[in-house]
Each structure stands twice: as structure tokens, then as C-alpha cells.
């Protein structure tokens, strides 16, 4: 497609089951970023790829949460013994990575939801 | 730590009027900022950037103003329409860091 595709859009799941979330970031972009967002709050950074390696995980709140990417492509966020404060919606974001900056462009993302 | 703010949480104008939505940022390093406007239950979208060595870029109905010396950014829509009712975000980015810190967002409501 043409932008970024995220799935599941929406994924309601009892605490303490692992869930799985899906990236498939625009044809072409080799960088690739995680982010969170709580109600009314802004933007969390959570990693970054480039390629497959992740040089910045710095925003992983713990070590339940994961993420792996895979043929410089698709990427899974993946949280184990989810925890009702990681109810949010995780997105997902890929951009050119060329020398200067270049803008991120997002999904819709996942809207979590943890019983 | 470094952060991005905005000064106006809500803002209200009418179909017709320019809106002008702005963003105070903290991290003097910051060397990119982008605008995104977020409707609900969708993606944030990439709306307009600018680099720190430039002071104005348009865009399609949207000019973004940097001023550096007073951290300052900001966000003009000319002709608000109904249909830019959403949450705006500013974001900045520092040197070879590919992480965006955002703000918390303005809400803007086009009234008919």
C-alpha cells in the first residue's frame, strides 16, 4: 500500500496475556519507529530501527516489551504479561534514511486495550 | 530534560479565519521540527517541516515560522476549513537523533 499498514487496528486482551502488534512500513523507507500514545497525552518515543538492527531502545518502558524487524521490512512490537497500564494506541512511523532529516510519516495505529 | 510544549491547549476560529497554532520547544540542539495534525482515531499526518536554517516555509495553506533565538515555532493555517478541525502537534528533533520529541497537542475547532 502506499502508507504505513498496522495491524490488529484494535485489540482488547485480558492482563497478563502477550500480544503481538504488526508494521508494515511504506515501500522503499528503511527507517522504522514505535511510539506510544495515552489518552490526551502526546507522543512517546518507544525504539528505532534502521534496517534490522535497533541502535535506539532507549524508550522501551520495560523489558516485557519487545520488537524485532525482519527482511528490512515488517516489524512486531510485541508486549509480554501485558499490564492494564499498556493500554494505548502504539504507533508506528517510517521515513526515508537519507543523509538530513527526513519527515516520519505514521499509521493509524493499534488501539490497545488491556482488561 | 529537552521538551517540546504548546501554548494553547484549545483554539476556536471561525471557517474563513487564519488560524495560527504555536509551540514553545526547550532543547537549543533542536535542528528539525515537523507539524502533524491528528484526527481522531487516525495516524498523526505529516503536515509541513522546517529546518533550523530557515526562518519560514510555506506550504499549501499552512506557513511554518521558526524563531531560534526565543525557541519559538509556529503553525498558520490561511482559510480555516471545517475539515482542519483536529489535534495539531509540533515535534523536534535534535542533530543525528532520529527520535521526534512531541508536544502534548492544540486542539483546533473550525466553527461553520
Known amino acids: 500500500g502506499a502508507g504505513v499498514s498496522q495491524s490488529p487496528s484494535n485489540k482488547v486482551t485480558e492482563k497478563g496475556k502477550d500480544v503481538e502488534l504488526r508494521c508494515d512500513p511504506i515501500?522503499?523507507?528503511?527507517?522504522l519507529y514505535w511510539y506510544r500514545q495515552s489518552l490526551g497525552q502526546g507522543l512517546e518515543f518507544l525504539i528505532y530501527?534502521?534496517?534490522?538492527?535497533?541502535?535506539?531502545k532507549s524508550g522501551l518502558p520495560s523489558d516485557r516489551f519487545s520488537a524485532e524487524r525482519t527482511g528490512g521490512s515488517v516489524s512486531t512490537l510485541t508486549i509480554q504479561r501485558t499490564q492494564q497500564e499498556d493500554s494505548a494506541v502504539y504507533l508506528c512511523a517510517s521515513s526515508l534514511e537519507i543523509p538530513g532529516h527526513q519527515p516520519q510519516h505514521f499509521g493509524d495505529g493499534t488501539r490497545l486495550s488491556i482488561l | 530534560g529537552e521538551s517540546v510544549g504548546l501554548h494553547l491547549p484549545t483554539l476556536s476560529v471561525q471557517e474563513g479565519d487564519n488560524s495560527i497554532i504555536n509551540c514553545a520547544y526547550s532543547n537549543s540542539a533542536s535542528d528539525y521540527f515537523i507539524w502533524y495534525k491528528q484526527e481522531s482515531g487516525k495516524g498523526p499526518q505529516f503536515i509541513i517541516d522546517i529546518r533550523s536554517n530557515m526562518d519560514k516555509r510555506q506550504g499549501q495553506r499552512v506557513t511554518v515560522l521558526l524563531n531560534k533565538t526565543v525557541k519559538h515555532l509556529s503553525l498558520q493555517i490561511a482559510a480555516t476549513q471545517p475539515g482542519d478541525s483536529a489535534v495539531y502537534f509540533c515535534a523536534e528533533n535534535a542533530g543525528s537523533n532520529y527520535k521526534l520529541t512531541f508536544g502534548k497537542g492544540t486542539l483546533l475547532t473550525v466553527n461553520p
Open positions: 530501527f534502521q534496517g534490522n538492527s535497533a541502535p535506539d
Open positions: 515501500s522503499g523507507h528503511t527507517a
